[in-house]
């Protein structure tokens, strides 16, 4: 009986760390050139890190990735529940808190 439990437990874990983990990927979708830091936080919650000027900055794509000027100041980091892959989003702000690069990182 107490397997059971255990296993239930964990089934009901799996199934709202997807259902978060979709929630998250459809509000990173969302972000917006722009975005004030504000709505960001309301859209993904508190970031599981906070890095300074990244190197280089993107907007959705690998082609797009380019050297930063100066306009991205601040990374907020997020990461899915369930990784199989070591994926990972960011946002970056500039010096007005609003949004100027988004990427999606997945480990090869």
Same mark, same amino acid.
């Given at each position: 009986?107490?397997?059971?439990?255990?296993?239930f437990?964990?089934?009901?874990?799996?199934?709202?760390a =997807?259902q978060?983990? &979709?929630?998250?990927?459809?509000?990173?979708?969302?972000?917006? !050139?722009?975005?004030?830091? *504000?709505?960001? @936080?309301?859209l993904?919650?508190?970031?599981?890190?906070?890095?300074g000027?990244?190197?280089?900055?993107? =907007?959705?794509?690998? &082609?797009?990735?380019?050297?930063n000027?100066?306009?991205?100041i !601040?990374?907020?980091?997020y *990461?899915?529940? @369930?990784?199989?892959?070591?994926?990972?989003?960011?946002?970056?702000f500039?010096?007005?808190?609003?949004?100027?690069?988004?990427?999606?990182?997945?480990s090869?």
């Amino acid at each position: 009986m107490i397997l059971a439990s255990v296993l239930f437990l964990a089934f009901l874990w799996l199934c709202w760390a =997807w259902q978060q983990d &979709a929630a998250s990927a459809r509000a990173f979708a969302r972000v917006q !050139r722009g975005d004030p830091e *504000a709505h960001i @936080l309301a859209l993904l919650g508190r970031p599981f890190r906070i890095t300074g000027p990244p190197s280089n900055v993107a =907007w959705d794509s690998a &082609a797009s990735v380019r050297t930063n000027r100066g306009e991205c100041i !601040r990374e907020y980091w997020y *990461a899915p529940k @369930l990784q199989i892959a070591g994926e990972e989003w960011t946002v970056g702000f500039d010096v007005h808190s609003n949004v100027v690069s988004k990427f999606r990182y997945v480990s090869p």
